[in-house]
């Protein structure tokens, strides 16, 4: 009886578990349909080569598991079983305008650009890979593929297979955009599981300047969540003594998956200033890539995630520090509450060239529950002996002792944590090099901490 107890209780306690061979075959099925999808999209036929090439290298890639080192703490369990085998069908999408920033805008509706919502100055600036001329379909394919080369990254390689369409943002030698960029890819909630294909390629030459903001926006409605998995793929190339400012904000619906890999090639005393955010989804995985290629270049990268319930973040930085007198400056702050997860994994890569080189990492976390999960992992790979390097990482609580501080001042319990959470990340949020951006951004972060209108409305200066 004892026996039969035991078999009985396992039965039920892995009651709709998969065994390792059907999630072999749901992964199979997962790259199978979506290779079906990609296929199925009129192609571009200047971009050929570069979809059989995509194509070919994802039908022979396998879905990671939880034993491929990079994806140890992101499951894809749950992104292979939806599938997002449909195509995503034409939309109008609302999409915010940022308070106070004189920005050109584009807006991205599922995939598609809404040129209505879009404006003018925009569309004459940045080329659709669809309406490119011979001369500009030169200048995309010299540059497409070539900064994410080799880097083994299977969604990307998925990215190539169903590209047909784009954005190239080219600031040519010596000038500077007098307005920020502002490209909003906007999803909608829909009935089928849908796939969206997103590629951004942006160029500086020698001596530009741009402000570029990347927003990935989408809200679940009263009449659908957003059952969407959206593939984003962004290049850039900042030539020699040219500098760009690169927002890469993530502000999807909490239902949505999210995948994204930005690759960042540095040229000859090239400066590259990012802010990358993470709000949290269903998925959310970002890898971003940094290629110090010639002497002189600097990269400031700050981010932060703040993940709620039960969403999933995941960033997986890497900078390669090819030569020598290159600096680097990476700042990451994640706020994790109830049960979500964050990964925070960060590479900095000295090769043996590499002398004099300057490079320091930063990864500080903040759990509000018991319950909240951080993974963090930060790496020094330092193959040269003139260089000055440091990393570190740290997880904690909210101190009871500024807690109690601040409730002997008359502050409420409430109003003590999501101040004390707030102020944790306010200081990326003050760094931001446009301050319409940080303004904007506030209500936003702090409806993550401040769960009642009062609470937010007080950490955003509102009352």
């Not at 001329?133 to 990254?153: M, N, S, T």
């Not at 784009?166 to 599981?193: C, M, W």
Request: aromatic share 8%.
């Amino acid at each position: 009886m004892a026996k039969n107890w035991r078999w009985s209780w396992k039965k039920k306690a892995t009651a709709g578990w998969k065994t390792k061979a059907e999630l072999s075959d749901m992964a199979a099925e997962f790259i199978t349909k979506q290779l079906e999808l990609a296929k199925s999209i009129s192609p571009l036929t200047w971009l050929g080569a570069i979809n059989e090439r995509g194509q070919q290298a994802f039908a022979e890639t396998t879905v990671p598991t939880r034993k491929t080192e990079a994806w140890k703490y992101t499951s894809l369990y749950n992104l292979t079983e939806t599938g997002f085998a449909n195509a995503a069908p034409t939309a109008q999408a609302h999409a915010d305008v940022i308070p106070g920033l004189q920005a050109l805008r584009i807006v991205v509706a599922n995939g598609e650009v809404d040129t209505a919502a879009s404006d003018a100055a925009a569309l004459e600036l940045v080329v659709r890979f669809r309406d490119a001329r011979p001369e500009q379909q030169e200048a995309i394919r010299a540059l497409l593929g070539e900064v994410k080369a080799d880097r083994g990254h299977l969604f990307a390689d998925l990215n190539d297979a169903s590209i047909n369409d784009g954005l190239f943002v080219l600031v040519e030698k010596n000038q500077r955009l007098e307005h920020p960029l502002h490209i909003v890819y906007a999803t909608t909630s829909g009935d089928e599981a849908f796939t969206v294909n997103t590629r951004l390629l942006i160029a500086l030459e020698r001596g530009a300047e741009a402000t570029v903001i990347e927003h990935y926006a989408g809200e679940d409605t009263e009449t659908g969540k957003q059952n969407n998995f959206t593939n984003a793929v962004t290049e850039i190339r900042v030539g020699d003594n040219a500098k760009l400012v690169h927002y890469r904000l993530q502000l999807m619906a909490e239902s949505a998956f999210h995948i994204g890999g930005t690759f960042i090639d540095l040229q000859r005393d090239a400066r590259y200033e990012g802010f990358h955010l993470g709000m949290g989804t269903a998925l959310t995985r970002n890898d971003v890539i940094v290629n110090h290629n010639v002497g002189g270049s600097h990269c400031q990268m700050n981010g932060v995630y703040v993940p709620q319930n039960q969403q999933i973040v995941d960033f997986h930085t890497c900078v390669e520090h090819k030569v020598a007198h290159c600096t680097t400056d990476e700042v990451f702050r994640g706020i994790m509450n109830d049960k979500a997860k964050a990964i925070f994994n960060g590479r900095i890569h000295i090769h043996p060239d590499a002398q004099k080189t300057l490079a320091e990492l930063s990864n500080k976390n903040l759990l509000l529950t018991n319950t909240a999960e951080i993974n963090t992992k930060p790496e020094l790979e330092i193959y040269a002996d003139d260089v000055q390097c440091a990393h570190g990482a740290t997880v904690a609580q909210l101190e009871e002792k500024a807690r109690f501080y601040l409730q002997s001042r008359g502050i409420s319990a409430a109003e003590a944590e999501v101040m004390l959470s707030f102020g944790f990340i306010n200081e990326l949020l003050n760094d931001l090099n446009d301050e319409a951006v940080g303004l904007w951004l506030r209500p936003q972060l702090a409806k993550r901490f401040g769960r009642e209108d009062t609470l937010s409305a007080q950490l955003t200066g509102e009352l």
